[in-house]
């Protein structure tokens, strides 16, 4: 993704759609598009046998590359808009608190305890079960050198997992993850919205994005003969140069592409999914990784958290919102799944110390993030900081880096190396105490039921 | 000298949303120059009295705001003057409300009529307005920006988004322009200006270096008629040029449309149109093939090829899975473009609309005589109809191939799906 100069900056909310790329960036060679994402596996189908080996040939090319005993699943959840992590994670011991935030602050009696002197908002009632069963790691005090007010610069900072200024072709962090795998077939890394953003985006590969809904997908249900013949004209404009310049092979290759995943993910988005906003991108989530589709990476977030007004009520319910969808999420998932899997939240920045005087918080710098799984090491990590020793602008000064806790989880979760991923050693946090050893048993594709495409026929 | 009809359509593709043939016909004996003049005339425009659902207490706001967006599909799909309502989007897509914060469909169809009635009139006299704009004042918490405790939302992005870009200012000044605009709030209604001099801070501030008493207004005379006007124009310059050329125009281009846009009275939004559209890299392939069709693009096309009005296509239930739902922009910095509609979740609301428009289209008729036509005669009047007047020879065969392998099994759905399979061609998606 460039960003393209002069204009094309942003300040406020979820800056995540300018954080985002196509499916088939016209910078990938269409051979590398063709070797990374999941049309790779789908075109050598189609070509070879089209539409004719039931399931389609995707889940057989996910399949051929399972999860490995020991790898790890990391589901993200994106907090748009700089969450208030003073008002998440409760310093209910520090009258500075208190003093700070007249309009704002949270009584400790309301606060759920964590440890002495710290409370959790009161909207994650079930956070607060997975917590006491010792699954919840908070990290405190995270965030990154020298921070800059603006949503745009400290999103894109914490998508690129670097401080650095921005290359012409910048990546994210975990798409140099997906560039450096040897065989990044199928759907290794998902990222639930309509396009996919910068930190599962690298340089030659990227996360396959996924809707909430398939409403009657189109190339999804081919038992009509005249639909599959459509379907395949479709599919096959994306198997050559389209003569249309960039722009129009990415739009061919995205119909062939479509065609492709259609068939293999319709299975999941039955039963509907549940209402919401977080919640229904969670489920598909903990459906996905249930169907062993080879998925090892899951992108999910919502927003705003950009509180600058009557923040009390709006940010309750935003966490209650997350409360909701990491319960759904333990509710789907398979248990033999749930020791592979490690929930973690990112935000581009807390909010300042003081509330202003609309009752909310203005934007800030460090903030915390809930790392949640049952190989975590529960408990508060990191160190929180002061809430009186300040930088100029009012802000907390951080005491972890962000690149330590990717680290963490990129050594922990992937098996990934680091130090080549972010660019240097940021060392690593004890987050977590260890994996569940069984393998899952692959989960045998039932028949399923028929996802109901519905063309009106006259 | 006459305008090549792949000129003209490409002119009036990207001025507007998408010709017919007759349309394009019409010009090309005019020289380009007068090509553009026909286009920038917006005189025929006709009244645009307001959906009457909006504002009606008896209704919903869900009802109010179908109504809204249809009311404006329809604008953009009949006007026999389409760049304003292509500007219009623009607008929308530059300063940003959102139905989400601002919360009245009233408000967003006020703001809308504005933007209507001064797309195509000076910068500053709309931005001058718009930073008044009641639905603007809601959603970007001017209305909450008292002395005392300024509120920086408003004032930041009107530099960083809607006037000079990041990098031309620095935090003081945004605090310095906030402190300017305080007192710029809502009355007790909740949905009008008032300026209450109580509550605006009539101290000395520095804006831009200088110190003096700032008022509001006065800030945004200085950034787009004082020291920052030719950054301004070039900023907006560079990004109208994206939206109606290509992304990122090269550096030869965007001095030549910003100094005639600088050059005109009062940054007039016409002069850099007509420099634009008189640029000869405007007709080049980068930009020919340099832009996919937004998703109101796309919707607004396919009802006017189909000639099915918008409470007959429910485009509204599908704008939101493409990614572009009128009056609900993501964020403050408005819709991206190309790659950002580009991906399977976007194609698949893409065809639902697309598929949900062709039964309608069926059973009106449209292409109910390509049934008796030669596969290759079936295809060429399909991608006509759907305006594609230069499909790619790639396209061409599959479709032919597709129909005569349709006709053989002797399927059913041969008329429908000439009718869906052009309009999820890349050919049409892109706006070529």
């Known amino acids: 993704m460039t960003r393209p100069a002069p204009f094309d900056d942003t300040d406020f909310a979820s800056v995540y759609p300018q954080l985002c790329r196509p499916e088939t960036p016209s910078g990938l060679t269409r051979r590398r598009f063709l070797q990374a994402g999941i049309a790779g596996a789908g075109a050598a189908v189609v070509l070879a046998n089209p539409w004719r080996r039931g399931l389609s040939g995707l889940a057989t090319a996910a ?98 997992g670097t401080t650095t200024a921005p290359a012409a072709n910048p990546t994210g962090w975990l798409g140099r993850w997906l560039d450096g795998l040897t065989s990044p077939a199928g759907l290794k890394a998902v990222a639930i919205d309509t396009s996919c953003p910068l930190y599962l985006a690298g340089a030659t590969t990227q996360a396959v994005a996924l809707p909430t809904a398939l409403d009657g997908a189109f190339g999804a249900d081919r038992s009509d003969p005249s639909d599959g013949r459509m379907f395949d004209a479709i599919s096959l404009l994306g198997q050559g140069p389209s003569g249309l310049g960039p722009w129009g092979d990415a739009l061919a290759a995205n119909g062939t592409k479509t065609m492709a995943l259609g068939a293999t993910i319709a299975p999941e988005y039955q039963p509907a999914l549940p209402p919401g906003d977080l919640t229904p991108q969670l489920v598909l989530a903990a459906r996905l990784i249930n169907a062993n589709l080879g998925v090892q990476v899951i992108g999910t977030g919502f927003g705003s958290f950009d509180t600058h007004t009557t923040e009390a009520g709006f940010h309750a319910a935003q966490l209650s919102e997350l409360d909701t969808a990491v319960q759904a999420f333990y509710d789907t998932l398979s248990p033999a799944w749930a020791g592979w899997v490690t929930v973690m939240t990112f935000s581009e920045f807390g909010r300042r110390v003081d509330c202003n005087d609309s009752a909310g918080t203005d934007h800030g710098t460090a903030s915390c993030q809930f790392v949640i799984g049952s190989g975590v090491q529960g408990g508060l990590a990191g160190r929180a900081p002061s809430l009186t020793a300040l930088d100029p602008d009012g802000n907390l000064i951080m005491t972890t880096d962000f690149r330590t806790v990717y680290a963490t989880v990129l050594d922990h979760c992937l098996h990934a190396n680091p130090a080549t991923i972010l660019g240097g050693d940021f060392g690593t946090l004890p987050l977590f105490t260890g994996w569940t050893t069984a393998q899952p048993t692959r989960r045998l594709l039932p028949a399923r039921p028929r996802f109901p495409f519905l063309p009106r026929k006259p | 000298m006459p305008t090549s009809r792949q000129d003209v359509a490409h002119l009036l593709r990207r001025a507007g949303f998408a010709p017919l043939p007759a349309e394009i016909d019409a010009l090309t004996s005019l020289d380009r120059p007068a090509v553009v003049e026909q286009v920038l005339n917006t005189s025929a425009a006709p009244p645009a009295p307001p959906p009457s659902e909006v504002g009606n207490p008896a209704i919903s706001q869900w009802d109010q705001f179908v109504a809204l967006q249809q009311w404006w599909i329809d604008r953009m799909r ?72 300024p509120n920086e939302n408003f004032a930041r992005e009107l530099m960083e988004l809607f006037t000079v870009g990041v990098g031309q200012y ?103 149109l007509r420099s634009i559209f008189n640029r000869p890299e405007f007709y080049s392939t980068p930009a020919t093939s340099g832009l996919v069709r937004s998703p109101v693009e796309l919707v607004v096309a396919a009802l006017r090829y189909t000639g099915i009005s918008a409470a007959n296509g429910h485009p509204e239930w599908y704008l939101g899975g493409m990614g572009q739902e009128l009056f609900y922009p993501p964020n403050v910095a408005g819709w991206h473009q190309n790659s950002y ?92």
């Open chain 2, 170 to 272: 620095r935090q003081e000044d945004v605090v310095a322009s906030a402190r300017a605009w305080t007192g710029y709030g809502l009355d007790s209604t909740g949905t009008a200006f008032v300026f209450d001099a109580a509550s605006h801070d009539a101290g000395s501030k520095t804006f831009l270096g200088i110190s003096r008493n700032w008022d509001g207004p006065a800030i945004i005379d200085e950034l787009l008629a004082g020291s920052r006007k030719s950054v301004a124009a070039r900023f907006i310059a560079g990004k109208l040029w994206s939206f109606l050329a290509y992304p990122s125009p090269p550096q030869v281009v965007l001095d030549a449309i910003t100094a005639d846009f600088l050059a005109s009275t009062d940054l007039d939004i016409t002069v850099l």
């Open chain 2, 78 to 149: 009949t006007s026999p003057c389409p760049i304003q309502e292509k500007m219009t989007l623009f607008w929308h897509g530059h300063f940003v409300s959102s139905l989400d914060k601002v919360g009245q469909t009233s408000m967003m169809l006020a703001q809308n009529q504005k933007f209507r009635s001064m797309a195509m009139g000076s910068f500053r006299t709309l931005t001058q307005s718009i930073a008044l704009d009641p639905a603007m004042l809601r959603y970007l918490d001017n209305a909450d920006n008292v002395a005392g405790a």
């Open chain 1, 63 to 160: 399949a051929a590359t399972p999860l490995n005993a020991g790898d790890g699943i990391l589901v993200l959840i994106m907090l748009g808009g700089g969450n208030d992590g003073l008002n998440t994670v409760i310093p209910i011991g520090d009258g500075a608190y208190y003093s700070s935030r007249p309009t704002l602050a949270i009584p400790a009696a309301q606060a759920l305890p964590l440890a002495p002197g710290w409370g959790l908002h009161p909207s994650l009632v079930h956070l607060k079960t997975r917590w006491d069963a010792g699954h919840v790691a908070i990290v405190q005090g995270v965030g990154y050198p020298n921070p800059n007010l603006s949503h745009f610069d400290s999103m894109d900072t914490w998508m690129r």
């Open chain 2, 341 to 432: 509609w580009i991906s399977p979740a976007s194609f698949w609301a893409r065809a639902g609309f697309v598929r949900n428009l062709t039964w309608t289209a069926q059973a009106a008729g449209l292409l109910a005589g390509t049934g008796q036509l030669p596969a290759a005669a079936a295809v060429a009047t399909a991608l006509s109809t759907f305006g594609i007047t230069a499909p790619s020879a790639e396209t061409v065969s599959r479709l032919q191939a597709w129909l005569t392998g349709e006709r053989a099994a002797q399927g059913w759905a041969e008329q429908p799906n000439l009718i869906t399979l052009p309009m999820l061609t890349p050919d049409f998606q892109l706006a070529q």
